[in-house]
């Protein structure tokens, strides 16, 4: 008896979860509209400047670009993303001159964003953006690498309580800066290359 | 007691001195190929008012061993400015708008960053409605250091991107 009692009980509580869940979902479906667009270029192209040497380097590549966004009734997040995959070859030197035979290098790139807003637009908020490039060259040539995060939040009274920038830069086999050679070759770091001739 | 009084004034005038002449390093930096890596995103609220959001502005800074400085942007339209170059205006957004300087010092990274408080932009447009930065200007920004509870303002500094030659202009840093 006790145990039938139990199992009903148990049921019934079971009946309650399964409903309650139900009308939450159907709440939040009600009021939440999320919204994925993403497009691929295939024959994305551009230029793009190794910061490391100066040089200017035209790619070709794709491009994904996802962007989402969020919105529950009171609060609207967005999420973009941007993707390159690419390779390309060295057009303008460091001291700008055309190159016809350019060195060839790896291009990678992914920005990501995430923004709150609210509805309308009041505070808190909360922003980040997320950078990572990579120029990789073939062989020995200068690899230039940097990442960049940036992560800030208002509270409700509208004061700034959060600001964090880290960023990272790093060159790698820098043969040439800014349209001077450098006279260290082949080693990693080499990052004071402006000489007095 | 004479001679007291010239000592209390004169030890008055070094402290007095010396209160003005807090030191104030001054930072010239020279921006080179500046281009918008992220074009930024617009979003339109119910009044019509279109906003941009994340906007990442990438360079090189001249005269130093490597360094890269980025912008992070987010600004409001206020319009087309030339209709035959289509270039439109925007406001900056604050504190969501900010800048950093990275330099490499030996193995390790160095960044100088903070918050651009105001300012302008113009940009163009993309066909996918997004917009690249063109140029921005600031007489309002905030250099932060340290992280959250133990954050501090270091300075503060002016930025003229892009007006005179595309990709390129002057960040000026006023620490204190």
Not at chain 1, 157 to 183: H, M, Q, W, Y
Not at chain 2, 77 to 94: K, Q, R, W
Not at chain 2, 96 to 123: H, L, P
Request: glycine share 10%; with cysteine.
């Amino acid at each position: 008896m006790l145990k039938t009692h139990r199992h009903t009980h148990g049921r019934r509580s079971v009946l309650v979860t399964f409903a309650l869940l139900a009308a939450a979902l159907l709440l939040t479906a009600g009021r939440a509209q999320a919204q994925v667009v993403r497009t691929v270029d295939k024959t994305f192209t551009d230029t793009l400047i190794n910061q490391c040497t100066g040089e200017t380097i035209a790619f070709t590549g794709t491009m994904t670009t996802t962007s989402s966004t969020h919105d529950n009734g009171w609060r609207t997040n967005f999420r973009f993303t941007t993707d390159v995959k690419a390779k390309g070859v060295v057009t303008i030197d460091a001291f700008g001159q055309p190159v016809t035979y350019g060195a060839s290098y790896k291009v990678q790139t992914r920005v990501q964003s995430v923004n709150d807003q609210l509805d309308p637009v009041t505070y808190p908020f909360t922003q980040s953006q997320a950078v990572d490039m990579k120029l990789v060259g073939t062989g020995s040539e200068n690899n230039f690498f940097f990442r960049f995060n940036v992560r800030l939040q208002i509270n409700a009274n509208g004061d700034l309580t959060v600001f964090k920038e880290t960023a990272d830069l790093r060159c790698e086999n820098t043969l040439i800066f800014n349209g001077t050679i450098s006279p260290i070759l082949k080693t990693p770091y080499i990052i004071q290359p402006v000489l007095d001739y | 007691m004479m001679k007291k009084a010239v000592i209390a004034l004169s030890l008055l005038m070094i402290l007095a001195t010396a209160g003005g002449a807090s030191a104030q390093t001054v930072r010239n930096l020279s921006l080179v190929n500046g281009d918008t890596i992220a074009p930024a995103r617009p979003v339109t609220d119910a009044a019509g008012t279109t906003t941009y959001y994340s906007a990442f502005v990438n360079g090189g800074v001249a005269g130093t061993t490597p360094g890269v400085f980025t912008l992070s942007l987010a600004f409001r339209d206020t319009g087309l400015l030339d209709p035959l170059g289509g270039v439109y205006g925007g406001t900056i957004l604050a504190p969501n708008s900010s800048f950093s300087v990275t330099e490499t010092s030996g193995r390790k990274s160095q960044t100088t960053s903070g918050t651009i408080d105001a300012g302008f932009v113009t940009y163009r447009l993309n066909p996918d409605g997004s917009a690249d930065v063109i140029s921005v200007t600031s007489g309002s920004m905030t250099i932060w250091q340290g992280k959250n509870k133990s954050r501090r303002v270091a300075g503060n500094g002016t930025l003229d991107y892009g007006t005179a030659a595309p990709g390129a202009g002057t960040l000026t840093l006023y620490f204190q």
